[in-house]
């Protein structure tokens, strides 16, 4: 768990541009441009591709709608991160939030029978997550965060307070395998949550 932290760490710092020796990892997901995006998403440097995908699946969480709750299409999604990744390489002065708005959220495809509901997703499917498929984890991971974020209505991405988060989930999980990761994520990701 704790190398997958460190890889989506690195994306997201790929993704933009911050510095490795800055002390805080965060950024106001409400300032990426789209520019910045496709610079990342079509680089032959496969970290900052997979750093463009970790700000996609934040900002899928993030666009959630109440209606769509915690119900995600993977493939739908990721026809909207295609359709988000396009419309950005022609329009590199919007924003990626305003971008992923067109796609995303109300504006996303139906829900096909292959969705799932995170809300019934267990925490032992984390404790039993194959170094393999991390990344499957990850971006789960970053989707709840962005989730969580827009709840609060807070357009920041701070990856000491995500990586803190998943490590108590992580615990959390390892101790309470049959509870579910949304709760999980609720208790350590949350306004709300009480973090303990």
Same mark, same amino acid.
């Given at each position: 768990?704790?190398?997958?932290l460190?890889?989506i760490a690195?994306?997201l710092?790929l ?7 800055s ?6 997901a409400s ?12 680089s032959?440097?496969k970290t900052?591709q997979y #750093?463009?995908?970790?700000i %996609?699946y934040?900002? /899928? *969480? =993030?666009? &959630?709608?109440?209606?769509?709750? $915690?119900?995600? !299409?993977f ?10 990744t396009?419309?950005c390489?022609?329009?590199?002065t919007?924003?990626v939030?305003?971008a992923?708005d067109?796609?995303?959220g ?8 292959k969705?799932i509901?995170?809300?019934i ?8 997550t194959k170094e393999n498929?991390?990344? #499957?984890?990850?971006?789960? %991971?970053?989707w709840l /965060? *962005? =989730?969580? &974020?827009?709840?609060?209505?807070? $357009?920041?991405? !701070?990856?000491?307070?995500f990586?803190a988060?998943?490590e ?12 579910g990761?949304?709760?999980?994520s609720e208790k ?5 949550g009480?973090?303990?």
């Amino acid at each position: 768990m704790r190398l997958l932290l460190r890889a989506i760490a690195a994306a997201l710092l790929l993704v933009t541009g911050a510095s490795a020796a800055s002390a805080e990892m965060t950024i106001d997901a409400s300032t990426l441009s789209c520019k910045d995006l496709t610079e990342k998403n079509q680089s032959t440097d496969k970290t900052a591709q997979y #750093g463009a995908s970790v700000i %996609l699946y934040w900002m /899928a *969480g =993030y666009q &959630a709608t109440e209606e769509q709750g $915690t119900v995600v !299409d993977f493939d739908n999604m990721l026809k909207a991160f295609n359709q988000t990744t396009e419309y950005c390489s022609k329009n590199p002065t919007i924003g990626v939030m305003t971008a992923t708005d067109k796609f995303m959220g109300e504006n996303a495809e139906k829900d096909t029978p292959k969705a799932i509901d995170l809300a019934i997703l267990k925490c032992e499917a984390v404790n039993s997550t194959k170094e393999n498929e991390t990344d #499957g984890l990850g971006q789960i %991971l970053m989707w709840l /965060a *962005g =989730y969580h &974020a827009s709840v609060a209505k807070s $357009t920041i991405i !701070d990856m000491d307070a995500f990586g803190a988060s998943v490590e108590k989930m992580t615990t959390y999980c390892a101790e309470n395998p049959q509870m579910g990761l949304f709760t999980a994520s609720e208790k350590f990701m949350s306004e709300e949550g009480d973090g303990e």
